[in-house]
Structures are given as C-alpha cells and as structure tokens.
C-alpha cells in the first residue's frame, strides 16, 4: 500500500510541479520529499521513486506522440542513435526520468533513516 | 548511520541531472534530459494532429484590433483596419510559426553564427563582418526610419515580434533552440535589415573579379574577352533584339593609365572568394497581355529559384487593411507581401545578375592600417571593431579598416591561412553598403493600383537589382531591371582596381530610365530568366553572372503560345526541356569515334543519341549526356584554366565557342606533346565519363532524378537530416525552366490571372509551420514535387463566414 501510495504520490507531485515550476528536473526534489513522507527501505523507494517518473513519463510521452501521428518522435529518435525508433526514443524518456527519480527517492529513504532512525 | 548511502545515492541522483542538464558532444548535442522531459523538451513541439489554432489574444502594441483568419493549409488571412496593427500581427505570426529561422538566418547574416555553434563558425562569421553586412544593414535602416511610412511598418512588425517571443515558456521554443541548447533574443529594427542584406548577399554578391585577377596573369585581357563575353550568340534578351537605346546621359571616362596598371598587369592576388553565394541563384518570371490570353486578362507568373530549405525561406499569408488587400509569400524577417497581387495588380521578381560588386587594391603606410595611400597622400581609414561572440570561448575581436571603397575585406589578418595573400589588402565596393530603403518598394508596390504606381514603387530599390515583372486588371504588362547600379567603362571592375586613384572608382549611376525594360509590348509578353538583359547594343558596359537557356525556353515558348490559359503556363512552370543539350548534344554525337569505343561506351552514347532532350525523372539519357558533357568541360579547360583557380567559362561559351569554330585554340590538351582534336576530346570525354555512367546503372540511379537526387535540407543542412525532405520524384535541372537541381530550384511557384475576379494559384516546398513536429512543417512539398498547385483563397471582407476559414485569431489591445 505504501509502495502504491508513494508511486502513485510521485507521479501525480512531479507533473503538478512540471507544470508550475520552471525547473525541468523538479521532480527529482518532488520524489525525494515523497520518499522522505512516506517511509520505505531504499531499495522499495528506489523502485517507487523509478516507476512513479517512469510510468508519468511514459504516459505524457505516449500520449503527447499519439495526438502528433509520430510526425516528431520518429525524426527525433533519427536524430539521436536511435534507429528511428519512436518507442525507443519513448521508452528511454521513460528511463531518464525514472532513474533521476528513483536515485533521489533512495536519497530521501536514507535521509530518513539516518535523521529519525531513534523513533522507529 | 546511512549518511553513506545517503551522500552515494544524493551524488548518483545530482550526478545525473548534471549529466543530463548538458551537451554530450557531436551525438548527443542538447542537455539529454531538459529534451526529452515530456514538460519541457521536444514532446512539448509535438503538435497535435488535429491542433486548434483558434485564439483571442489581448496584448499591448495595437492600435485597434485584427481578425486573422487560417485557411486548411494554414494560411493567414490577416484583416486589420490600421496598416501598423496589419504589420503587428505579421511579425507575430512570422514568430509564432517561423522564430528560429528568423533569428538563424539574422544571426548568419551579422556573422554571429559563432555564437551558436563555437569556433567553426568564425571564418564565417569574420567573412560576414569584412563584407561590411552590419555596416551596410545600419545604412539601411537610417533611411527606413526616416520614411514616416517604413518606420511606423517595421516598428509595428518588430513590436509583434517581440510580443511573441515575451510570451514563449521556454517549453514552448522551437525544437532547433532545444536541440543547439540557447534562447532567441529579442527582435529589432535591425534585424530586418540584415535578413535584407542576406537576401542581397545571395542575390547581388556572387563575383569573379578575384579568379579573373588570377588568370590575367596568364592570360591577356583580350584571350579573356573570349573565355568570358559580354554577349552571347544565342542570347534570347529581356529587352528583344534589335531595340534601338537613346544615347547614355552618364559617359564614363576610361582612366588614361587603364591599359597598363590595370587591363594588362601581371599580378595575381592567390585567393577566391570564400563563401561565394550558389551561382545558380535565378529565378523566371513572365506576364502575357490580354491579346495572348484565352480569358483576354493577363497572367503573371514567377518562380524564384533558391537554396530549397526546411523551413521554407517563404511563408505564405493575405495582409487587408483599409489601404491594401495583397495575397502572396513574405519572408519571415521582414514585413509586408514580398511576391503576390492585389486587387488590382500582381508583381514578381527575378534577380538581375548584375555586377555591383568591385575590389580596389590598398596600401597602408604601415601595419596599423590607420593610414592608405590615396590621390597622392596618406587618407585617414575610419577603423571599425566588430566584436565576435564564439560558444565556449573568450570574444574575439576584428577591427576592419574602412575606405572611401568600403571596408578592407581582406588583408595581412585575413584570410589567416592564405600565406601568400600577406602582401595585398582588397577593399570591397558593394551597392549594397549604400543608403537605400528597399521596404518603401514593398509598401508602394502591395498597394498599387496600376502601371503609373508600380513604376513610382520600384525607384526605391537599390540592391539586389531585380528584373520586376508586372500586370494589372487594367491590361498593362512590364518588366524593369530596376536597381542602383553603376555606369561602368568598358572592363571596369572585371579585375581588382587599383585603390590609390580616385578616377577608378564608380563614376555614375545609371538613371532609372536608362535601366533596361518593357513596357506593353507589341509581342504580347514580357519575360526574364537571369539572361544579360540587352544585346551588344546597350550603351552601358553591364557585367554579370548571367544565365542563357532558360530565357531562350521560354521566350521561343510564349512566342509561339496564343489563347493562353493558367494550365498552359502551370505547363511551362514545369517544362523539363533542356535547350542547352539541344545545342550541345549535336557536337558530342558528331564528334565522338565510333570506331574507337567499347561495347558500353557505345551503349551510353547511344542512350544520349535517343534520348529526347527532356529532363524527366526518369530519363537514363540526361544522365548520360550531364556527365558525358562535364567529363567533356574538364579536358577543355582543366588544362589551360587550372593555374587561374579553374575558373571555368560558362557553358553557353563553350558550345558557342565550337559552334563557330571546331578547332577552337582550348580544344588541345597542352598537357600532352601531340595534338589533340575534337572528335578526340569528345571521345575521350565519353570513356572517362562511362565508368561513373556503368556504376550508376548497376547501382539502379541512372534515371536523371535518382541521379540529382532532389532533397530538401533543413536550414542546419546535414546535421539534421531527420528534419530533410530527401530523394523527391522530380525532374528539371540547371538550363532548364524547371530549375530544380539537388537542392536548388523553384522556391515558390505563382501565377496570377488577371480576370475580373482574381484566379491565382501558388505552392512552395515547404509547409506554413516551421516546427519539425508540426503536420504542417512539409505538407506542400508532394504537392511541389508532382508539379501541382494550390488555388489560392483571395479572401475579401465578405468571405469570414466562409468554410474555407478553419481557425481564428483575434488580436485586441489590452
């Protein structure tokens, strides 16, 4: 439950903030406060942190590519060494985020430990 | 105590935004994860399918409120009572669908390119800055903003501009930003002079004095009087053969020491030009009258022949207000309609080729430059720092040395890596560095009503010169090569001059009057394809890089043509006949010896032999006829021309050269001991030339369009092949009235029927949007490349209701 909440959390924070923060990598400060609320070992919120970003990337990504036909995408993932592959270029969007998230979500969890540690 | 993993995956996580908030070299070169971020980076440039364009926008800046109306292909229609308001929501629309461009091509213009992509960029850019483009774009604009009408007109435009840049997220830039990771400034008055100053670049900077300087050292001027005349034999002029000119009010005067410092001096600079401009830059354009027509209306019609772009250089659009109602394209740059019609009249243009750019040999007292020897003594060099931003690096400063020719282009510091041109300084003489006002052209010309206006309007163009076609409603038909250009002494400027004496310097201009043109002539029509624009009989000595056979097409075409219509003239927009090899094939089939050539050597001159002189996509025999014929220039004159910088002469000289005479003195290759003939130059040509002909037809790229291979480039050329348009299935070539070669040709198509109520017809190989990630970034380029076009929707007051009016914008002031 907490792993669903803390995922769920981190994805819905990340994209409210990307709309009204002017910084791209917000999201990385939202997770680790999302880690930081709702306690889990790093390993499990490392993996929140990674799927809450991946699945929010993901979906913006798929849905923003989807209304453009793939006109964008498939020349962008030409651009990069991609092979033109617009999952590709979708999928590693998806893992960009997800890592940078699920790093600082794990930042967060040991941020905790080590300040709170006595109360638990 | 998880401070230690705690410090680890805090490292890890900053680490990579760090890595991800920068460039990763040539591969990767935007920040990695600011791109591909969903809210920030390109996806945001994904437009969707079915995008709403509609919007009420409210802004400061306007005087009163405008209606803009979209059409399906993305076109505005711009109504706006006040012409400052119309002039408002053009530069925002020019921003809001074309930004980067404008700023990239502004930025190429003023030399700042360095600023973008670091050092490579600062030969470039220090070529710009010695051609004096800031200098003569600064000159441009006094004389704007001193017209009450081109002032209030840019000032609007830039301010409309400027609204939209200040109302960009920076999720919202163009993907171009994203990719080469910057920002856009902010637009300025300035700024539209230098995209004006590109354009005359392109158009009016292309020469050979320096090549022609070289060669005179192994050549007399008379030998290349030949190798590069003034008139050629099969010259199909603007003016028609056999016009009798009045007597020139402007009598240069030959300085007396001409022959021996200047005509037959041996001296060689070493050096060409870098960054000429494509010399196949040209364009058609033509007006049939009435009495041709099947409608008994004129037509006009125009295609300017550019670098094909993505973006395109043009964005179509209508500007109505309460003075003008012009439909055609603009350049995202500039404001106003630049090709098109009004109500009453239409207007296009073509470049002249004129000559307007000379160089004058300098010498400094010394090493600081301060001072040259001029009219025997020492005259002070006004000394210009241009100051050069380069990415990654400290500025960079050049201060160029400014004459009473114009800026000192190069010299001891410039080009560094010339270690022969140390000694020589070359000052550059261009029109295009004088005061003139070439928007006042636009703002008469889009409301003109009638002959009298048009003629009124083009007295205000200086440089680029252009051969401006005209019709209107009324019936009249004309054509003027208009521009500020110079009365020159027979061979003045061919070669660098000197620069130490006054009487070598421009000593005229040549009065509008006398520019050459014609007026509703008796023929019916009135033509231009880049040709010299007079015969011999012309009283001024008019140099130029000058076209032949595309003038000499359509002229035998609209000769022959009656009871005209748009199709007929869609017809000759795509005529893939090619006049250059109907004049030269005979020579190579006569000549070759048969006797002397192999099983496939026979075969490709056989290919040449049927093949029915017409450019298609698909015709193996222009292939084999282009490379027989280049294979065939490079015997003749590689010899010969190779100690003057192979500067070849054109090819009309050559076939015309031979026509006369087929033991032409350049036909012998002197590299040899024995003597060579034509039959066998010819047939050597064709054995080096089917080697390269054999691999193509085992490659399968023999067919004349596979082998030109057609592509559209985006602006950033082949570092963003993604965003090209390559292997279009398309015809036509150089010579040939369907201009287009690999990435050069018609850059946009029009013609306008002249009828009560305006039947035109127009398409581009582009799209409105300049965004990558747009439907509309290419969806005119099928349509181009099969030849087709578009009927325009001339709108009127009347129509906003209509269908045709898909989305809308209104613009009110707050």
New interface residues.
């Given amino acids: 439950m907490k792993f669903l909440t803390a995922t769920i959390l981190t994805a819905l924070l990340s ?1 409210i903030a ?2 009204f923060m ?1 910084i ?2 917000f999201f ?1 400060v939202v997770a ?1 406060l999302v880690a930081l609320l709702i306690h889990q070992r ?1 390993g499990k919120a ?1 993996l929140a942190g990674f799927l809450g970003l991946f699945i ?2 993901f979906i ?2 798929f849905w ?2 989807s ?3 793939g ?6 993932a ?4 991609l092979g ?1 592959s617009k999952w590709a ?1 979708v999928i ?2 998806a893992i ?2 997800g ?2 998230a699920g ?2 979500a ?2 967060g969890s ?2 905790r ?2 300040g709170t ?1 006595n109360n638990f | 105590m998880r401070i230690g993993p705690f410090l680890v995956s805090v490292i890890i996580a900053g680490g990579l935004i760090y890595a991800l908030n920068r460039p990763w070299g040539d591969k990767v070169p935007m920040p990695l994860g600011k791109f591909l971020s969903p809210q920030f980076g390109i996806w945001q440039n994904a437009e969707e399918s079915d995008n709403d364009f509609t919007a009420d926008l409210k802004m400061e800046g306007l005087h009163g409120k405008a209606e803009v109306f979209l059409d399906e292909r993305l076109v505005p229609h711009v109504f706006a009572e006040d012409d400052g308001d119309a002039a408002f929501v053009q530069g925002y629309l020019h921003a809001k669908f074309r930004l980067w461009q404008m700023e990239f091509q502004t930025h190429a213009a003023a030399g700042r390119v360095s600023e973008i992509i670091g050092e490579r960029a600062l030969a470039y850019d220090r070529t710009k800055r010695r051609l004096g483009m800031i200098f003569a774009a600064e000159n441009m604009l006094k004389e704007v903003e001193a017209n009450p009408n081109t002032k209030k007109i840019l000032d609007s435009y830039t301010a409309g501009v400027n609204t939209y840049i200040n109302s960009l997220k920076e999720s919202q830039l163009p993907v171009e930003y994203k990719l080469l990771n910057y920002k856009p400034e902010l637009w300025t008055n300035l700024k539209s002079a230098l995209f004006i100053k590109q354009m005359t670049e392109t158009l009016a900077g292309s020469v050979d004095d320096l090549p022609l300087t070289n060669a005179r050292s192994f050549f007399s001027d008379d030998e290349l009087k030949v190798l590069f005349p003034q008139v050629p034999d099969s010259l199909s002029p603007i003016v028609p053969k056999g016009t009798v000119f009045a007597p020139p009010s402007i009598v240069p005067i030959k300085p007396a020491d001409a022959d021996s410092v200047y005509l037959e001096k041996k001296d060689t600079v070493q050096l060409v030009d870098l960054y000429q401009p494509d010399p196949n830059n040209g364009s058609n354009n033509w007006a049939v009258a009435g009495s041709k027509t099947k409608s008994g209306a004129p037509i006009l019609c125009n295609d300017p022949h550019l670098e094909l772009s993505l973006p395109s250089i043009w964005y179509e659009m209508q500007m109505t207000t309460s003075t003008m109602n012009a439909y055609g394209v603009s350049f995202p740059g500039i404001p106003g309609i630049v090709i098109g019609f009004n109500d009453s009249v239409a207007f296009g243009f073509t470049n002249s080729q004129r000559d307007v750019r000379d160089y004058y040999e300098i010498k400094f007292k010394d090493g600081s430059r301060q001072q040259y020897w001029f009219d025997s003594a020492w005259k002070d060099a006004t000394m210009r720092p241009e100051l050069i931003k380069i990415k990654g690096k400290p500025d960079y400063i050049d201060t160029i040395a400014y004459t009473v020719f114009g800026p000192v282009m190069y010299d001891k510091s410039f080009p560094a890596d010339t270690i022969s041109f140390k000694e020589k300084n070359l000052a550059v003489r261009w029109s295009a560095h004088d005061p003139s006002n070439e928007l006042l052209m636009w703002y008469y010309l889009d409301r003109a009503k009638n002959f009298d206006d048009y003629h009124n309007a083009i007295q205000y163009f200086t440089c680029p010169s252009q051969n401006m076609v005209f019709a209107s409603k009324r019936g009249e038909i004309a054509i003027w090569q208009q521009g500020r250009m110079p009365a020159l002494w027979d061979r003045q400027g061919v070669y660098v001059m000197p620069g130490y004496d006054n009487n070598y310097r421009w000593q005229g201009y040549i009065p509008m009057e006398e520019n050459p043109h014609v007026v509703n002539p008796a023929s019916g029509f009135v033509s231009s394809a880049n040709q010299r624009p007079v015969d011999s009989a012309y009283p001024y000595f008019i140099p130029g890089k000058y076209d032949l056979y595309r003038g000499y097409t359509i002229n035998k075409r609209l000769d022959s043509l009656q009871q005209i219509t748009p199709e007929d003239m869609m017809k000759l927009h795509n005529e893939n006949y090619n006049s250059f090899a109907q004049m030269m094939r005979p020579l190579l089939l006569k000549y070759v010896d048969e006797s002397k050539l192999s099983a496939d050597e026979k075969k490709m001159a056989d290919l040449v032999r049927n093949w029915n002189l017409i450019n298609d996509f698909d015709e193996k025999g222009a292939t084999a006829y282009q490379t027989w014929f280049d294979s065939f220039e490079v015997l003749i004159w590689s010899d010969e021309l190779i100690k003057a910088k192979n500067l070849y002469p054109s090819e009309r000289t050559l076939v015309e050269a031979l026509l006369r005479d087929s033991a032409f003195k350049y036909v012998d290759d002197i590299t040899t001991p024995q003597k060579e003939s034509l039959y066998d130059i010819v047939t050597i040509a064709l054995k080096k030339a089917t080697p390269e002909l054999l691999k193509e037809d085992n490659d399968n790229v023999l067919a004349w369009g596979k082998h030109k291979n057609t592509t559209i480039y985006h602006l950033l050329r082949t570092s963003a092949m993604p965003f090209a348009r390559p292997s279009l299935h398309i015809g036509g070539g150089q010579h040939i009235v369907n201009a287009t070669q690999h990435s050069h040709g018609p850059s946009w198509k029009m013609i306008v029927h002249l009828t009560d109520k305006i039947e035109a017809y127009g398409v581009y190989p582009g799209g409105q949007s300049g965004n990558p990630g747009s439907k509309y970034y290419d969806s005119f380029v099928d349509q181009w490349a099969a030849g087709k076009y578009y009927t325009i929707w001339y709108m009127h007051a009347g129509d906003k209701l209509d269908k045709k009016a898909k989305w809308k914008i209104t613009f009110e002031k707050i």
């Fill in positions: 994209f990307g709309i002017p791209w990598w990385a680790l790093a490392f929010l990337w913006l990504a923003m590519d209304a453009n036909n006109v964008l995408s498939v020349k962008i030409s651009l990069l060494p033109g270029l590693l969007t960009l985020g890592l940078i790093f600082s794990m930042s040991y941020l430990t080590s540690k």
